[in-house]
């Protein structure tokens, strides 16, 4: 009964000693950062099930129409703001419910005093229209109003000052600003004030400052936004008494933000949806959030607090309870407290968030996992149970592979290898020499990260091991330590997701090079993305995949080891990956063993048999082209006639050969691997002759076996 005793009041100690300790941290904000990212995180998913106010619509000036109207009215940017005018003419004909322009006008127009007048008369007409300034107490008092003729006849002014937090994100909206004695409402919430009635603003959660917490949408793009070219050409059919794309009565009972969507033209915003956010999102969001009643509601901080001492008390007297039950299940139950734990800690503020309330997260897992540390490093110290621990507890928490040999049986951290059936991964960028004579070392460091990490964690994904880096290269390795029966499938499955990782990060390094530079992203990788675009560089990744049996172990000496993989069928691999070149492929070749493992999951096309340097055996070979459930009809038509091609090359009828395959060239011009059969067919076979090594064609043809031999790797 004592024993017992002391175990409660150790747990208790404990429990309240992580509580303290949590709040002291909390309390000196040392949490204030990571729960902002997990805020943003909890946002970003959050913002999947938010569906955007329909009574809301966005017009934009973007690229397409500056392009129409110098086309239309040949106007130069910027625009003369009569053209305000007449969008504020037409909408204002379908009885919207406001008007708001998230564009400044503080200075004159560049075409006179008559076109500020003239959008001035259109928003007299309108008395619908909500113009933007600009005022910031934090800003020494600095204030941007619109010119005179603007101004005087708005329907209201509505201030665009953000509410920014401490990393420069906007996670909150303003409410109202005091200017010159004046409350003005953020221009979000000014559309509200030209209804009849005065808008009730008691529903919303304020928080500090006079501000609230907002609720995002995937994208601004939901509110699908109108382009100011339908605008004006609709209006230009309405003044002829024609129907045009859009009607006034189209924005009927609507509200209307009009900013600008060009690039370079809007102000970019960081929100916990997009590092790259346009402005008037915020404004957007603000009103939504008022009109679904949607605002987060920042859950009071005492029961945050009771959150986190239940978590805190959890841990600990789940860590007692383990000790009475026997050494059999202690580590099993251990363990899955510690999954409880976390699961909780993380999934209800998730579950809380997406029904709109903000419970921190940070403080209570940090609590929890203290609480639950604590108990064990003191049950271990007290109890001697560290090695029973770490081979139970520990090893639920890692996965089963080399990690885990080595914490359960050292022994296996030896020299020497053992025979699996795998597949063998080889990837290198080409002409990567090219970008070394561009960057600096910095930057070429920067990219091969930013580029590593993308193509490793696809293949980690695919249950597959990195074997080692070379340079630009990849050596990896699925169906090791742990046999894996499908892992040719696993393996052309990564190297298709890489091929398009690939062009994702092609767009992204020319998104990026022509954007300002993300806070995230170091100025070495900014500066490199902008060198590549500069000198019309992009990543193209060769991939080789054998499949096969392999010898895969610890290899190196005592001193220094590494778990790898060897073996003829690595070498072909490897030389797989080269011959990409040789036939202008797409990127990923594979051999015959590997295809007769994939079945008809994946979209291949047959090449032919060659035997590659150093390697006498012939092997039948293939280009992966996509996974078959994600083909078009159009391409898996392609592939069958190329095929039949093939089959009419393989059964030496070089003529009909030739035809299908230049019909297909003439269907898919990029197909690089056609033009190099139509050449080899013009320049030797239909010649009656083959390639040979002095013809520097990098192959030669036996017509004997029909087998083409590789010269170079």
């Known amino acids: 009964m004592k024993q017992k005793h002391k175990l409660w009041t150790r747990a208790i100690i404990i429990a309240l000693s992580s509580i303290l300790i949590t709040l002291i941290f909390h309390f000196s904000k040392a949490f204030n950062a990571f729960e902002n990212k997990s805020y943003d995180l909890r946002m970003t998913n959050a913002a999947k099930y938010k569906q ?38 037409f909408i204002s004909a379908g009885n919207p419910k406001a008007i708001t322009f998230d564009i400044l ?55 665009i000052t953000s509410a920014k937090d401490s990393d420069d994100i906007i996670r909150r909206t ?36 006079n501000t609230a917490l907002l609720r995002f949408t995937k994208s601004i ?24 794309v859009l009607s006034p009565e189209d924005f009927n009972d609507l509200y209307i933000f009009c900013a600008y969507y060009a690039p370079g033209l809007f102000d970019i915003c960081s929100t ?26 920042k859950v009071p901080f005492c029961i945050s607090l009771l959150w986190l001492i239940a978590l805190a008390f959890f841990a600990s007297l789940f860590a007692v309870i383990s000790e009475k039950i026997s050494p059999r299940f202690s580590a099993i139950f251990i363990s899955a407290g510690i999954f409880a734990g976390i699961a909780v800690s993380i999934f209800v503020p998730v579950i809380l968030f997406n029904n709109g309330f903000w419970l921190l997260m940070i403080a209570p897992l940090f609590a929890f996992l203290i609480s639950e540390m604590a108990s064990v490093v003191v049950s271990l110290s007290l109890e001697g149970k560290q090695k ?9 928490c890692l996965s089963k592979d080399v990690v885990n040999q080595i914490i359960n049986d050292s022994s296996s951290f030896t020299l020497g290898g053992k025979e699996f059936e795998m597949s063998a991964i080889f990837t290198d960028i080409q002409k990567f020499s090219s970008f070394s004579e561009l960057l600096t070392a910095k930057e070429l460091g920067c990219l091969l990260n930013f580029y590593l990490t993308k193509m490793s964690d696809i293949i980690i994904d695919e249950k597959g091991t990195v074997d080692k880096y070379e340079g630009d290269a990849i050596v990896a390795l699925v169906g090791a330590p742990v046999a894996m029966p499908d892992h040719a499938v696993h393996a052309c499955a990564a190297a298709i997701k890489m091929k398009k990782a690939e062009q994702v990060m092609n767009q992204d390094i020319i998104c990026y090079s022509q954007n300002p530079k993300p806070s995230w992203m170091e100025e070495a990788l900014y ?17 080789g995949i054998n499949s096969g049996e392999m010898i895969a172990g610890y290899f190196g000496s005592e001193k220094k080891k590494n778990y790898t993989m060897m073996g003829n069928n690595v070498n072909l691999a490897s030389r797989l990956e080269g011959v990409n070149k040789q036939y202008h492929t797409n990127g990923i070749l594979i051999s015959q063993s590997t295809k007769e493992l994939i079945g008809d999951r994946f979209v291949v096309r047959s090449l032919d048999r060659v035997r590659v340097v150093n390697i006498n055996t012939p092997i039948g070979l293939y280009e992966l082209i996509e996974e078959k459930s994600l083909a078009s ?35 898919n011009s990029n197909d690089n691997v056609a033009k190099y059969y139509i050449h080899l067919l013009d320049d030797y076979f239909l010649k009656g002759t083959f390639p040979k090594e002095a013809d520097g064609e990098g192959v030669e043809f036996n017509p004997d076996d029909g087998v083409f031999k590789l010269l170079q790797k």
Not at 53 to 66: F, R, W
Not at 388 to 396: G, K, L, P, V, Y
Not at 652 to 666: G, H, M, R, V
Request: hydrophobic fraction near 35%.
């Open 52 to 89: 955007p106010c329909e009574e809301i619509c966005l017009i934009i000036v973007d690229q397409e129409s500056i392009d129409w109207a110098k086309e239309k009215y040949n106007w130069s940017w910027p625009w003369p703001r009569e053209a305000y005018g007449r969008m504020v003419d």
């Open 527 to 543: 500066s490199a993305f902008k060198t590549l675009v500069a000198n019309s560089k992009t990543i193209f990744t060769r991939i």
């Open 105 to 159: 006008y503080t200075e004159p127009s560049i075409y006179g005093e008559e076109d500020d007048i003239a959008l001035g008369a259109a928003e007299a007409k309108s008395k619908k229209v909500i113009q933007t300034f600009f005022y910031s107490a934090e800003d020494y008092g600095k204030t941007l109003m619109p010119v005179k003729p603007i101004n005087d006849n708005a329907a209201l002014l509505g201030n």
């Open 221 to 244: 793009d939901d509110y699908f936004p109108y382009s100011a070219k339908d605008i004006l050409e609709s209006h230009d059919l309405w003044l002829q008494g024609k129907e045009g």
């Open 633 to 667: 009809p159009e391409l898996l038509d392609y592939m069958q006639n190329w095929e039949s091609a093939m089959a009419e090359f393989s059964n030496k009828n070089y003529t009909k050969a030739k035809e299908l395959l230049s019909s297909l060239a003439k269907k």
């Open 272 to 297: 916990p949806v997009s590092q790259v956010y346009p402005g008037v999102g915020i404004h957007i969001t603000t009103l939504d959030n008022y009109l679904t009643e949607s605002f987060i509601r």
């Open 388 to 396: 029973r621990f770490i081979r139970s507890a520990f090893s639920q």
């Open 174 to 209: 303003r409410l109202f600003d005091t200017f010159n004695d004046t409350e003005y409402p953020t221009l979000g919430l000014a559309p509200l004030f030209l209804n009849e009635e005065a808008p009730d603003f008691s529903s919303i959660p304020v928080v500090d400052n």
